[in-house]
């Protein structure tokens, strides 16, 4: 099994900025892919950004220049650095990992609990 737990979340001002982290725990395969997801109120999850064990990134266009995703591998920890936030940010953000096995991502996967993230004056 895997843990995931997350930390971070706040409310914020409109351009502020906020760190979200997300250590992972358990039996994690070392080679893999976390991520953060949101969900807004009466929407579907999507994905923010996600990193990879070998540093490859992947980001929505929604966030691409205001946010920044890194990881360290020996904590087994991912952040999501939030600067110029907007009102339109705010969510539950869930961390998520899925192993990558024999080179390929695979469709199971686990998620923390959630991070409240409200951006409002």
């Known amino acids: 099994q895997v843990q995931l737990v997350e930390s971070g979340g706040g409310l914020v001002q409109p351009g502020g900025s906020l760190r979200l982290s997300c250590a992972a725990s358990?039996?994690?395969?070392?080679?893999?892919?976390m991520g953060w997801y949101r969900q807004a109120p009466g929407k579907q999850r999507e994905l923010v950004a996600r990193i990879s064990s070998a540093g490859w990134t992947n980001y929505s266009g929604s966030v691409k220049g205001r946010f920044t995703i890194s990881r360290d591998n020996a904590k087994n920890t991912v952040y999501l650095q939030m600067n110029s936030l907007k009102p339109e940010d705010t969510a539950v953000y869930y961390c998520?990992?899925?192993?990558?096995?024999?080179?390929?991502?695979?469709?199971?996967?686990?998620w923390g609990q959630g991070t409240q993230v409200t951006v409002s004056s």
């Open positions: 998520n990992l899925r192993p990558v096995i024999g080179g390929t991502i695979s469709p199971d996967d686990y």
């Open positions: 358990g039996s994690i395969f070392s080679d893999n892919v």
